[in-house]
């Protein structure tokens, strides 16, 4: 590596994003010295294994990121919203669209997911916390130093450009010799470590730690969800791990698993992409479900329609999704058998999704419906997800996908999955159980600002890829001529995203606007809604539940306020034991980060010698006995008092 | 004070264990089987020899998660089937083949 | 005497409990690990292109000598468990120490023998069979290297603290981890040598 390349020069647009990005550095640092902070977010939060502010943290990250992968994804509309618009260089739309679908898929859907997780799972079963604290804050610093690492690439060194997907051999060191995709394959490893590690402790704390009584058919469906999507991570991460590393060692160690001219098979790439790809899809909207039937069974005041059934769909959603991976290649040229067996197996997932939309409309027949804003985007992804679910069908016929593939068509359905799958989820989830984290309800009014221009500029932006893309746009084109005549189509596709963002900035508005103005003064179940996580305190105590609550059915809290159950007795509050701080997690995911940097240059030596601290974090972790400090009874009392009112 | 039992279960492991390795080695390279044969046959005792480590050695059955433990080994093997039987389906058959 | 309670000591905690399922669950994982693996290997094993084919450089009689290195070496670590769950540290050490032994031996002929690889020609750079021969090869050598590091830093742990409930649980999950190993050895012993040998 050259150092003169270490800095990516050039391009005005990159110059005015290195300097922001240096100032705002620098400002962060500044200010939070001069706030005497360091000491507070080392204490507080750094080091922090409370999973509810771990869980707060990914919220944020997914956040920025959701940011970041926007201003990509706006770069692209801007740039093919006319006829042979000259904004972006080929190159550089190349950029933009790889790390668009990188960042959104894996540094904002899954943290904001496995944030709102992380919050609430525990809550929901009435545990103290997760299975294993210090493992749930190692996974958040390695995500993060993943997602760092990554976007690092953006300044230093060069961004990768062979699409989210990296197809071999564009993705191999002789068709992209820039480190671009280096990062890919380093950052998206670091990150991995870290979501394995959530879906062990997730399956770990629901197996394990529920509330007495609570058996798994009386779990609320958002846990349901999470203990399906934890399953399909541990099933699915490794396989990406393998293949990421397969990339590593061909492009900085000259292996051969994806050269022709060795014998290497490129289709061995997108064969474990999408065996660990397919399932992904479902590891995020899977949780998204869970959020949905959570705040449709709230705000229609009633219990979920078809429980059982519910549950049922999840796990054969969960066990379908990992036998459907080539339907993203029918068009490698595989046997007729394969394409059949594979055109059948995903179609047949259609099949339980189906259920599980009706399952909510009949939860909502009847019901008192209250039209909060987390409703309404329960109520919005109905019908945008059902397009993006059917144009799936029509994509799973192999036969016909000759013609839809890697058209703007399958562009215009993936986003009509993903968009209303999870965002819609996200932002549901997050007026839902923001009074939960934070103590403050998110405001209605603004709310709504943010729900219609998001749903209209959402509409906007991908109903006319589905025209573009069956009239033969393919996807990943930076520009076009006149005469295809998608110039009309494009332009309102990139005014739709203009709107898209104007929502997303009501968002921002509306965090900000509550957290200065909002009432504090919201108890602890503001919604009157129906599972465990609604009967502490808003934010939530550090210790979760005083008194761990006996369950005996379906949404124990509603149970619970019917028989007016819900007070708790001093003499049934004892020492509560709660896990230590550490600073191990942190230190020991950026010694991956620092490993990791040099890897992506290809410096080995380096890489072999800073290798030593991962080694070092392992053993001073092996030799950490820490167990932990109990909150005395007395001081549980009183906090439950202060929350309470007089008991 | 009890003295625990003589570790029966270890050693009829082990035995077990280098029985079958020998066995295998001995269908692969001494029989005159079709080769598909012996690859069933000496996969049969791998599989074989994975249960000796799994209930001699390894207690899967043991403490209150045995049977989450047995299912997730099932499921876990159901995925190692799929990932190497459907690789090499996918990637040896149709493009691969002309 | 605790060891001689219906339930071994590794169990006798709510939180002994759940780091013994949540390794499991890893191992779920490391099995999807392997088998990606070994499906690369499977696919990419007749690309031998420039270099030796497995039938020219594989010697039965080394991989007979690991195999059972290893083999033995889970024996006898299944019996330092035997002995913990007696309460006998001294045996317990003993045989700990032995099973490191073998370990180590397993690693020795190991390396000597991917030595004798690349001076017949054969490295990772050489072909796409290299490449998936030593990265299954490796990623499993790795494994073991890691965990007689991890079984070191267990011998020092129990020295100092005895045989109590979390050294106890920590030694139960590294026995299951080695146990492992020997199982994923196995399959690579019949799928990649005995049938590269056939």
Known sequence: MDLSNFFVTGDPLILGSQIAIGLTMVGLVVLITYLKKWKWLWEEWFTTVDHKKIGIMYIIAGVLMFFRGGVDGLMMRTQTSRPNMEFLDAQHYNEVFTTHGVVMILFMAMPLLIGIINVVMPLQIGARDVAFPKLNALSFWTFFVGAMLFNVSFVIGGSPDAGWTAYMPLAGKEFSPDIGNNYYAIALQIAGIGTLASGINFIVTILKMRAPGMKLMRMPMFTWTTLVTSVLIVAAFPILTVALAQMSLDRIFGAH??????????????????????????????????????????????????????????????????????????????????????????????????????????????????????????????????????????????????????????????????????????????????????????????????????????????????????????????????????????????????????????????????????????????????????????????????????????????????????????????????????????????????????????????????????????????????????????????????????? | MLKRQFPLNHVVGFLLSIVLTILAALVAMQTDFASNIKMWIIGTLAVFQALVQLIMFMHITEGKSGQINIINIVYSVFLAVVIVAGSIWILTTGHAAH | MASHTSTPLEYSTKQNEMNILGFWIFLGAEIVLFSTLFASYAVLEGSTVGGPAQGEIFVLKDVLIETFLLLTSSFTMGLALHQMRDNNKTAMLVWTVITLLLGAGFVYFEINEFIHYVHEGLTMQTNAFGSAFFTLLGTHGLHVSLGIGWVLMLIIQILRRGITAVTARKFFIVSLYWHFLDVVWIFIFTFVYLKGLM
């Open chain 1, 257 to 647: 698993f994806f050269t022709v001219a060795a014998g290497g098979d490129p289709m061995l790439w997108l064969n474990l992409f999408w065996l660990w790809g397919h399932p992904e899809v479902y590891i995020v909207v899977l949780p998204a479900f869970g959020m949905f039937s959570e705040v449709i069974a709230t705000f229609s005041r009633k219990n979920l329609f078809g429980y059982a059934t519910m549950v049922l769909s999840i796990v054969g959603i969960a066990f379908l999704s990992m036998l459907v991976w080539v339907h993203h290649f029918y068009t490698m040229g595989n046997s007729a058998a394969v394409n059949s067996v594979f055109s059948i197996t995903t179609m047949m997932i259609a099949i339980p999704t189906g259920v599980k939309i009706f399952n909510w409309l009949f939860t909502m027949r009847k019901g008192r419906i209250k039209f909060s804003n987390a409703m309404l985007w329960s109520l919005a992804f109905i019908p945008c997800f059902t397009i993006g679910g059917v144009t799936g069908v029509m994509l799973a016929m192999a036969a016909a996908d000759y013609q839809y593939h890697n058209t703007m068509f399958l562009v215009a359905h993936f986003h009509y999955v993903l968009i209303p799958g999870v965002v819609f989820a996200v932002f549901a989830g997050l007026y839902y159980w923001w009074p939960k984290m934070f103590g403050f309800k998110l405001n209605e009014k603004i709310g709504k600002w943010h729900f219609w221009l998001f749903i209209i500029g959402f509409n906007l932006t991908f109903m006319p890829m589905f025209f573009i893309g069956l009239d033969g746009m393919s996807r990943r084109m930076y520009t076009y001529s006149e005469s295809t005549g998608w110039g009309p189509w494009l332009l309102l596709s990139a005014i739709g995203a203009f709107i898209l963002a104007a929502g997303f900035a009501a968002l921002v508005y509306n965090i900000y606007w509550s957290f200065r103005y909002a009432s504090r003064d919201i108890g602890g179940d503001p919604w009157d809604a129906r599972t465990l996580e609604w009967a502490t305190a808003s934010p939530v105590q550090e210790y979760n539940f005083a008194v761990v609550p006996e369950v005996s059915d379906h949404d124990e809290f509603w149970n619970m306020k019917k028989a007016g159950r819900t007070k708790i007795k001093r003499e049934d509050i004892k020492d509560i034991h709660m896990p230590s701080s550490s600073g191990i997690p942190i230190l020991f995911s950026i010694a991956l980060g620092i490993v990791g940097f040099f890897l992506v240059f290809e410096w080995i030596t380096l890489a072999a010698i800073f290798s030593v601290l991962i080694i070092a974090g392992l053993i001073a972790n092996s030799f950490d006995y820490d167990d932990g400090y109990h909150i005395p009874a007395e001081k549980v009392w009183e906090t439950e008092r202060k929350w309470r009112g007089d008991l």
